[in-house]
């Protein structure tokens, strides 16, 4: 049973201490059987590990003991897309790194700078803004729903990471200064809906299609630097 399913004897036994599968012995035979219910069950369980669902969701799932496994699936599918755009922004870190390692030592590379050039959506991986401020704090930020951040972010839709580091060294090279701001995910909003918020104050609020991911980005960088060009105290053009 376990080479079948590719596990260890000693995974099988912790499932059954755990209450979630069973197995059955045959004239005290020393070893555990099981039948082709209980090997459909077993690759219910792994499939579920597999998404990295806890024992105690399992448990309660294979019971029926009242968890919405819809619920529960759209809860790992939000918290997939988080990861796959905190994976995609580390290799992007990475990748820039090794570009810089190929000219020139570690110790001659400007690592704040780099890290300023890439705005984190996942909270675990943000470097714009000190960690210790929370969401509701922070006078300079943009926030998105899941969804809308996926394809804002993504650099075949909305390119918006790219689009904002364009954005900022435009105005450095203008000599324009601007505060850091914080560019992130969050639960709190709807999925296709991005809030904007400038010293304290809203500034756009407005939902998105997500096949409108260049629009989206493209309003938010322009919103972002018309209210930079305004906090540089450059006047505006009518």
Known sequence: MAALYKISARTLRYYEEVGILKSYRKNGSKYREYDRELCERLEVILLLRRLS???????????????????????KIADSAKKVIEARETNNLLRDLAQELA?????????AEMLREYVYLSKQTERVIKMSLPPHKEK????????????VCNENSGDLLRKLKDFRLEMDKNYITF???????SEDMAQNQVLIVWNGEEVLRKDFQLENAVTCANEIVGQL??????????????
């Open 179 to 185: 505060p850091p701001i914080r560019v992130y995910d």
């Open 53 to 75: 669902f806890s024992i105690k969701i399992i448990e309660e799932l294979l019971k029926g003991d009242g968890v919405n496994f819809s619920s529960a699936l759209q809860e």
């Open 225 to 238: 630097k018309l209210n930079c060009l305004k906090y540089s105290g450059i006047p505006l053009k009518q």
């Open 140 to 151: 300079y930020r943009v926030a998105m729903g899941y969804a809308l951040a996926m394809e």
């Open 103 to 111: 000219h020139k030592p570690i110790t001659a590379i400007n690592a």
